[in-house]
């Protein structure tokens, strides 16, 4: 186990990030817990070219263009939540290279969280408030600095690249940083203890798919799309052309939500979600359900933002407690 002071943390980073951009925080505090916004716009950007047209090599879009990246505090639920994109993006019949190459240009520092928002449920997806896999190097807060974990080779080769900044951590920052760990996950368990289980809500939904349930839920929703927008899971994107220059057009790939109306309109303007409940209904059952078939895993990572960020106060763990709650009662 490693340690480096916060002086020599900052030399780092700027060795790290001598040839690429380099994502911190605002306020560059490794305390607390997640960002308010989601890491994932360094991988599917908000806004990115695809294509020119009519061809011109001195307009080709390359990959190469792309520079290395160095993401600085991302929390568990960030890392994941790369992880299970990846089964979309990269890992699939189909590869998005702008995606791919971004991943590949992509350099993870991971951060312990020490607390936990009231919205946050990590703990109820099996996960924990602390990485332990998928990043590069982690970091832990302790007094003075960091305690320091490589996840990858290219984290091990960073730290041989630079061990005159780093010296061996001491048993009671170890222990320190072990009893947070503690107290950030119990504080989690006791906080989301009154809803169901992740793993407990694809069968639930299943049985709940014809529910009025969803007609409650939905009553709320004002179909803003906050909550796909900041959700770090949600890939889905649109594409529309533009006029950049004199003939020359480009293709551009945009963020879009499946909670708006035209999301799913077809030629011929039908729409097979047209009702709000029903999109709303897709949202989880997307997530809790088809990806579950589809890609093996639950598209959520518990990060809570979507909750922070609803204007109508719609809670994904009160939902699901209703739509739980409404199947057992069913059952009796």
């Given amino acids: 186990m490693l340690f480096i002071d916060s002086t020599n943390f900052e030399r780092l980073l700027k060795k790290l990030s001598a040839d690429g951009e380099l994502y911190v925080p605002v306020l560059m505090r490794l305390d607390g817990f ?23 090599k001195s307009r080709e879009i390359s990959e190469e263009k792309f520079r290395n990246v160095v993401i600085v505090g ?12 990846d089964r979309v993006e990269i890992e699939g019949e189909f590869t998005d290279p702008f995606y791919k190459v971004r991943r590949d240009k992509m350099f993870i520092i991971g951060a312990d969280c020490t607390e936990c928002g009231e919205s946050c449920f990590c703990n109820l997806l099996g996960n924990k408030p602390w990485p332990e896999k998928g990043y590069d190097l982690n970091v832990s807060s302790v007094s003075g600095g960091y305690i320091v974990e490589a996840g990858s080779d290219k984290g091990k080769a960073a730290i041989e690249a630079n061990k005159d900044l780093f010296s061996e951590a001491r048993d009671e920052q170890t222990k320190h940083r072990d009893e947070v760990r503690s107290a950030v996950l119990d504080k989690l368990e006791k906080q989301n203890r009154a809803f169901p289980r992740a793993e407990e809500m694809p069968d639930v939904l299943r049985a709940a798919l014809t ?20 959700c770090p899971t949600c890939y889905c994107f649109l594409l529309y052309d533009m006029k950049a220059d004199g003939e020359y057009f480009q293709r551009i790939s945009t963020w879009d939500s499946c909670q708006v109306t035209g999301y799913a309109r077809m030629a011929g303007m039908l729409n097979p979600r047209a009702r709000l409940t029903d999109r709303v209904k897709h949202r989880y059952y997307h997530k809790y359900d088809y990806l579950v078939k589809s890609h093996g895993a639950i598209f959520c990572t518990g990060c809570g933002r979507c909750i922070d960020s609803c204007s109508a106060t719609i809670d994904m763990r009160e939902s699901f407690k209703k739509v739980s709650d409404r199947v057992k009662a069913g059952k009796r």
Wanted: aromatic residues 10%.
């Fill in 34 to 56: 997640r960002t308010v916004d989601p890491w994932k716009g360094a991988a599917q950007m908000l806004r990115c070219p695809v294509a020119n047209y009519p061809d011109d």
């Fill in 74 to 85: 991302a929390r568990a639920c960030d890392i994941y939540a790369f992880e299970l994109v």
């Fill in 211 to 230: 529910d009025d349930v969803w007609d409650e839920i939905a009553a709320k929703c004002v179909e803003c799309g906050a909550c796909t927008n900041i």
